[in-house]
């Protein structure tokens, strides 16, 4: 049997306490003694005359023992205890209970003597529903424990899933390979006896080339439309979309009237619609080729139509129509035929065929390569790009130019030279800048700038050619301005990277009045940007390049703390006043011609200009806004262009470095934005971020850059000998039209 403990209340009198048996625990306590008020003063009036009627008692004090005590009690019993201590506690307010009633004679003990899962004797008196619950601490353990077992199953049972997993993964992709090793095979055996390739099979098998390398050999050899039916059911897709969009251009050209669909030569292996390489033609032309000018439209198109391999190649014309699917609308077409991705990679993988590295390759590959470049960067693939952008300007040094005319090479060496300077600008890398025989202070001399007759319109669908009207392009003299432009920001490159020593005032400003020079020398039909002259896309990208060039001149400086005070406020208005000119501009290019075809370089442009006015001027205009109109930006370009997505998310990040608030609508203007990872973001920008890295530039700059910045300012910029830059209309307020509001631009 358990012993008994007896717990000592206070009584009235503060002297004896009084005692009672816990059944629970079987062992004796004693309270500490507390004077209760005058509330129970009557009550301790009685319990002092029995204590002394039981002190005069002779006889030995009996101590009252209990009988047999549950161990655990039930819940009606401990309730009722619970009651009891509370009633008999020093501080309870005896007038709470029922008019007669005692707490210490009144109210139930409740001593437990039931066994579970018998009833105990004071609920079978009660006719009370006896149950018995787990002690708190045993109930604890017990869960305790059942939850370290459920963990264990369940790491056990994650690790036999993802074994499983695996093993179905490998089975499958060993299936896959059965099956497509079973139709190479098919092809060759189908081959054989009937197209006279049976000698060069038997010796290339003897070789020890693959199967599936012996049926590519041998698709290349037949017409695409004899070996549609030969293709592996993972690449037939491919194929399916090719024919579906021939479908849709040949119904459109004989809506329209016009006769066979079919291309003279055989210049891509994916299609032969004519129609479809217009289409594509003309989205290349109106949207890259004015801003990425990198061989000559004309001469190209000429070569096109004549199957002269001067000026046109397979490797070409497969590149540049693998640019121009990023450019497709693809609501001019079914739901079910609109995977413009893999038409696009469809043209990519045969324009990688097309290309074989070779000393004695023609200019043409090496222009395709460039091309190639321009396509697997707005992909998102930055990283494989950045190698046929090195490729294209090695070979460069090493091929034979005199197969082209004067002017058609000129336009290739300044556009690959812009393109490389562009590429390792906007992205922050080392600059790799071959050196050209061609491209010294007379470059593009022969490129015939007054007679740029070429046309430009808003194109996007087949449609447009009839619909929409004409405007003169002026896209070689944009060239021709961009590459001097990228000249100097070449130069900037060079000398934040600390290849023409170290940075001081002087090279920093004598750069900075280049820059200015640059613009001022822009001719009337270029310089002006307000909103009543609309000017087309590449000429306002042209401006826009011209802001961010001067942003990332004089920012290193703002980075390097080599300033303070007023002269380094001066600097910050300076970056900001050019941040806000780009900004606008951007704007009114989306208003004009929507951001749906800002490509890559653009698209960084956009995210550096942001960045510099969230960092340096968060509330005019509002950080909130200017991070709503970049993200909305790169949201409508992200249909064409998959390198928008991480170039969003690492735009978010710096909204949240800067502290500015992202717009409450984010998931609206975003869309499903996913998560994106590291991998991800070195293949957008094949760094893990896109801003300037401060390590590279900062210790290049001289460290008395401050000291000689105002005399050097006033000597190199102010200099009356030069000639003064003009202000654009929309810094100092005179008007050529209607000027562009930094206040209300973003609201729009």
Not at 127 to 139: A, D, I, S, V
Not at 318 to 333: F, G, I, K
Not at 408 to 433: D, F, P, V, W
Not at 697 to 715: F, G, I, L, P, Y
Request: glycine share 4%; aromatic share 8%.
């Amino acid at each position: 049997m358990s012993s008994h403990r007896r717990i000592l209340l206070p009584t009235a009198d503060s002297t004896r306490p009084l005692i009672f048996t816990d059944s629970s625990s079987g062992t004796a306590a004693t309270s500490r003694s507390y004077s209760t008020g005058s509330n129970n003063g009557s009550r301790g009036h009685e319990r002092r005359g029995s204590a002394d009627s039981a002190g005069n008692d002779d006889s030995p004090k009996k101590r009252r023992t209990a009988g047999t005590v549950a161990v655990i009690a039930c819940a009606e019993c401990r309730k009722a205890r619970q009651k009891y201590l509370e009633t008999t506690h020093p501080f309870f307010d005896a007038s709470l209970l029922p008019h007669g009633q005692s707490p210490t004679t009144d109210i139930d003990r409740a001593q437990c003597d039931g066994q579970s899962p018998t009833p105990c004797t004071r609920c079978q008196m009660r006719n009370l529903g006896c149950r018995y619950e787990p002690h708190t601490k045993t109930h604890k353990e017990f869960l305790l424990r059942e939850i370290a077992n459920l963990r264990k199953d369940n790491t056990r049972l994650k690790s036999i899933n993802e074994q499983v997993s695996e093993d179905a993964s490998d089975l499958q992709q060993r299936y896959h390979d059965l099956q497509a090793s079973q139709q190479w095979q098919q092809i060759i055996l189908n081959e054989i006896g009937s197209n006279g390739h049976d000698r060069e099979i038997i010796r290339k098998l003897r070789a020890g080339e693959t199967s599936e390398q012996i049926a590519r050999w041998l698709s290349e050899q037949i017409p695409i439309s004899r070996n549609m039916h030969m293709i592996p059911p993972d690449e037939r897709s491919l194929l399916d979309i090719v024919d579906a969009f021939e479908l849709h251009y040949r119904t459109e050209q004989r809506q329209r009237g016009q006769g066979s669909d079919a291309t003279k030569c055989q210049w891509t292996k994916v299609s032969t619609s004519q129609t479809l390489l217009n289409h594509l033609f003309s989205l290349y032309f109106t949207w890259v080729h004015p801003i990425h000018m990198l061989f000559s439209e004309t001469a190209f198109k000429e070569s096109f139509d004549t199957c002269d391999d001067t000026y046109c190649c397979p490797s070409l014309v497969n590149a540049v129509c693998a640019m121009a699917c990023h450019l497709m609308n693809t609501d001019d077409v079914d739901d079910e035929i609109d995977d413009v991705a893999t038409l696009a990679n469809g043209f990519m993988n045969q324009a990688r065929r097309e290309v074989i590295p070779a000393k004695g390759m023609p200019l043409t590959s090496v222009q395709a390569l460039a091309v190639m470049y321009l396509a697997e960067l707005s992909n998102g693939k930055a990283r494989s790009a950045c190698g046929y952008l090195r490729a294209c300007t090695e070979y460069l040094k090493v091929i034979d130019l005199d197969e082209q005319s004067f002017d058609a090479r000129e336009i290739t060496l300044c556009g690959i030279q812009t393109l490389n300077t562009s590429s390792t600008g906007m992205t922050y890398q080392k600059l790799y800048a071959p050196e050209f025989q061609a491209m010294d202070l007379s470059f593009m001399q022969h490129v015939d700038l007054d007679g740029d007759r070429d046309v430009w319109r808003f194109y996007r669908t087949s449609g447009d050619h009839q619909n929409l009207p004409l405007r003169p392009s002026h896209a070689i003299l944009t060239a021709y301005h961009q590459s001097q432009l990228f000249r100097i920001i070449h130069a900037s490159l060079n000398l934040y990277c600390g290849l023409c020593g170290r940075a001081t005032a002087d090279a920093i400003l004598t750069l900075y009045r280049r820059y200015l020079d640059w613009e001022h020398d822009l001719p009337p039909v270029l310089r002006r940007v307000d909103v009543e002259a609309q000017q087309l896309p590449h000429i306002l990208f042209l401006h826009v390049q011209y802001h961010v060039a001067v942003i990332q001149h004089l920012e290193p400086l703002l980075r390097s703390k080599a300033f303070d005070g007023s002269s380094e406020d001066f600097i910050i208005n300076l970056v900001i006043r050019h941040a806000k000119d780009a900004i606008g501009i951007l704007q009114q290019s989306r208003r004009l011609y929507s951001t749906r075809y800002l490509l890559p370089l653009m698209s960084f442009c956009a995210i550096h200009v942001g960045d510099t006015l969230i960092r340096y001027s968060p509330d005019d205009p509002p950080g909130t806004q200017v991070v709503e109109f970049c993200l909305a930006t790169l949201q409508e370009a992200s249909a064409g262009f998959p390198i928008c997505g991480p170039l969003q998310e690492l735009f978010k990040r710096s909204a949240d470095e800067c502290g500015v608030q992202l717009p409450s609508n984010i998931e609206e203007i975003t869309g499903n934005l996913g998560n994106y990872g590291m991998d991800d973001i070195l293949d957008a920008c094949t760094r893990l971020d896109y801003k300037q890295p401060i390590d590279q530039s900062v210790r290049h700059v001289d460290d008395k850059v401050e000291e000689k910045w105002a005399n050097k300012w006033q000597q190199i910029v102010e200099n009356p000998a030069r000639p003064a830059p003009p202000t654009p209309p929309w810094r100092k307020g005179q008007s050529r039209g209607k000027q562009m509001r930094i206040d209300t631009m973003l609201n729009a």
